[in-house]
Every structure is written in structure tokens, then in C-alpha cells.
């Protein structure tokens, strides 16, 4: 099969075999997305070697179960053990013998077919257009921010950073009624968001000091910095950014005004595919542009210029 995958001497396109594993389903890819994780995976995070990969959907060729072959579907990226005492602990997303689609020992889904488990599959519903299903894994991430924290309709939120997660996390938070204003250093992408939303360059960003929840989705370790500047005493750092530039920064601050840091990453995938459904959320306005696989190279060129959210993959 075709596939774009990242090697010691960087990302190439070329032939190779599925990687297939003992009890797991084969799936077709139809249609993938590109990442920030991939663009810092290709830049050294996580010293991967693989297919890259991680946000798609696809359609069951092959499966343990039948009743699965031909639907299509999206999946969980974690692939957990199942048996550990983490997993027994209903946190299979911390499971220490996992595999991370396209992250972590296991081939992701830039390419014609992929692997994984039946429990990390989620059917799409027959409404969801495949362009809108491909954001369900990243929309979930947002959904996680929910899970870990409660968000009052009064709040004041900040989300630093409208690229690929930050547009889809202001846009969940919006739904709790809590003011939401976004920062972006590219006034494009704050052209994307929804009315009801607030704008604002870095620059302005002084004017929202004291928020009670600030959410760093900036991709780069300078976005931290200016969300400890941001949020109030006692208030709430969520951290989305993963990047393989650490960056430098004292938490004396956040001992001293007593931040709370959550670390947030993949999500439910459930309440992503329903308000896709219901059209609570739509992301399809987030694409930039469509490649084909063996275009692989220009995608991930495109996907790394600033005017650039949501770029697609297909095999």
C-alpha cells in the first residue's frame, strides 16, 4: 500500500506493508487529516518512526466480528492493553503498554489501510459527511476539556491560539454560555470563528488579564507563558500544546497565585460524533485544502504555513 511515512531521514511517500496485529480490524482509509502532533512529530516530538497519522475516517474491509465489516467508521487513537491495572482503572488512555496511532509504535493513518482494535472503533452516523467526521478526534480533545473541568455559563475564558484544535476548543466552550474570546497572532484564523465568539490580536491580549480559565492551544512554548499572564489567582490553566521545543519558564507563579494546570489531550469520541449529527458543531469551514497521498510532502508543506488551518489527506 501507499503510505507517508516519517524516517530517521524525514517524511518520504512509498510502498509498503500493512502492519497488521492478531484480532484487530483492517480499515480503508478514506480521508485523513493533518495534525500540529504530525507537523512536531516530523520536527523530532516523540522520536517517531512510522506512518503517520491520527485523525481520518475509514471503512472496515476486514474484523474479528463481521457484523463491522463495511461500515464506516473513526477510532480511538490509543490502543491500551486492556489488562494492566491502569486500563482496570478506566484509564486505558494512560495504559503504560500502549500503542498511539501514528504516534507511538503503531502506523498511523496516512495511507491506503490501517490497524486497529474493534473497541476503538465508533460507527459514523449516515448524516456526517466524511469532511466533517475527520474532526472528530481532534473535536473530542476539545470535549475533554469538559470532562476535566467544570465551566460555569459565568466564567471568563481565553483560548490562545485559533489553529486546528484552538478553533474547535472555543467553539465547544462557547456552548456552555461562558464568555469566550479567542487570541490568534493570525487575524485570519479569527475571521473563522463563529459570531458570539470574541477576537483578539496578541497585542490585545493584556485587556483579558484575570480570566478564570485559559486554555493554550498556541503550539509553541511562548503560548504558556502568556496564559500564566492571562488567567486570574486561583484560576485555571488548561494545556493543549504538545511541542518538541520545551521552551523555558519558572513556576514560581503559578505557586504563588495558586494556578491550577490541567493537562489535556484525546477525548470521548461519543458526544464529538452527536454534535457533529446535530450540527451543535460544524468544522467543515476549517479546510484549507485537500492532497492526495502521493502528494503527502506538499500536505505537510501546506499544513505548516500560517495561513493554513485543516488540511486533508486521501488516499
Known sequence: MRALALTPDGPVVRDQPLATRTGEATIRTVVAGVCATDLELVRGYMGFDGVLGHEWVGVVEDAPDPAWIGRRVVGDINAACGECATCAAGRPTHCPQRTVLGIQDRDGAFAERLSLPLRNLHSVPEGVPDEAAVFVEPLAAACEILQQIHVRPTDRVVVLGVGRLGQLCARVLALTGARVDAISRNPGRLELLP????????????????????VDCTGNPEGLALATKLVRPRGTLVLKTTTHDLGTLSPIPWILDEITLVGSRCGPFAPALRMLASGTVDPTDLISAEYALDDGLAALDRAARRDTVKVLLRP
Open 195 to 214: 459570531p458570539g465568539i470574541g477576537r483578539g490580536t496578541l497585542d490585545e491580549a493584556d485587556a483579558l488579564a484575570g480570566a478564570d480559565l485559559v
